[in-house]
């Protein structure tokens, strides 16, 4: 089946400091969902983005289909932001089904 | 706008009792689906459901599993003779019919003793 990685594993910011996260994906996919799941245990939805450029005020993501890959941008980072980023793929020709999650990035930003 | 809502929240048993949640998807979904994560780890699929018919079982979802939706709107989730490996937090979610973006309720986490 496919196989979704996520780098880093772990990420220390301090406040204020912008961040990268990658997600790559080893087959084609329908669509591409972002999370971010709070200490309780919430996922929270970021993006649902299979292809191109959105941004929601300090985020931002992209999703290169063609080179299977998706990057989170996280700018102006905020002690907030911290928890754990997931990325979601539906496997292409499965519409509608199971979201195949990587295993997260943990972000932890200090004041 | 209310969200997917599960019931309980917690959940504490003992080795082979049996177990049931709830879940209640966002008014309108007509797809709705189960996962599991333990500590550590992504959410794994269990179930789908497209209104009440259950499409899909993972080979996770052993027989002592099961999983209903019996009107197309909220969901149970049964674990019989619960074991100590079943220990996690099981997550609903749900989907619109014209979108495949996925809305996770708050999960109910399981301690199994």
């Known amino acids: 089946g496919i196989q979704v990685e996520q780098s880093p594993p772990d990420l220390i910011l301090q406040e204020g400091a912008n961040s990268t996260l990658r997600c790559n994906f080893s087959?084609?996919?329908?669509?591409l969902q972002w999370f971010h799941q709070n200490p309780w245990g919430q996922l929270i939805n970021l993006f649902y983005?299979?292809?191109g450029t959105k941004q929601n005020g300090r985020l931002s993501a992209t999703t290169v289909a063609t080179e299977r890959y998706s990057l989170l941008y996280i700018s102006s980072s905020q002690t907030t932001d911290s928890g754990v980023y997931f990325c979601?793929?539906?496997?292409?020709?499965?519409?509608?089904?199971?979201?195949?999650f990587g295993k997260g990035t943990t972000l932890s930003v200090s004041s | 706008d209310t969200g997917v809502s599960q019931d309980p929240r917690h959940k504490i048993t003992k080795r082979g009792q049996n177990v049931t949640f709830r879940c209640d998807p966002i008014s309108e979904h007509n797809r709705l689906y189960w996962y599991r994560q333990t500590l550590g780890q992504g959410p794994e699929f269990l179930t789908y459901f497209q209104n009440e018919a259950q499409l899909e079982k993972s080979r996770l979802l052993s027989d002592r599993f099961s999983a209903e939706r019996p009107k197309g709107s909220f969901s149970t989730l049964e674990i019989q003779r619960t074991e100590q490996g079943d220990s996690a937090m099981y997550l609903c979610?749900?989907?619109?019919?014209?979108?495949?973006?996925?809305?996770f309720g708050p999960g109910t986490r399981l301690t199994v003793l």
């Open positions: 087959d084609s996919v329908n669509n």
């Open positions: 979610a749900s989907s619109p019919r014209t979108s495949g973006e996925q809305f």
């Open positions: 979601a793929v539906e496997p292409l020709n499965q519409a509608g089904t199971a979201l195949i």
């Open positions: 983005i299979p292809s």
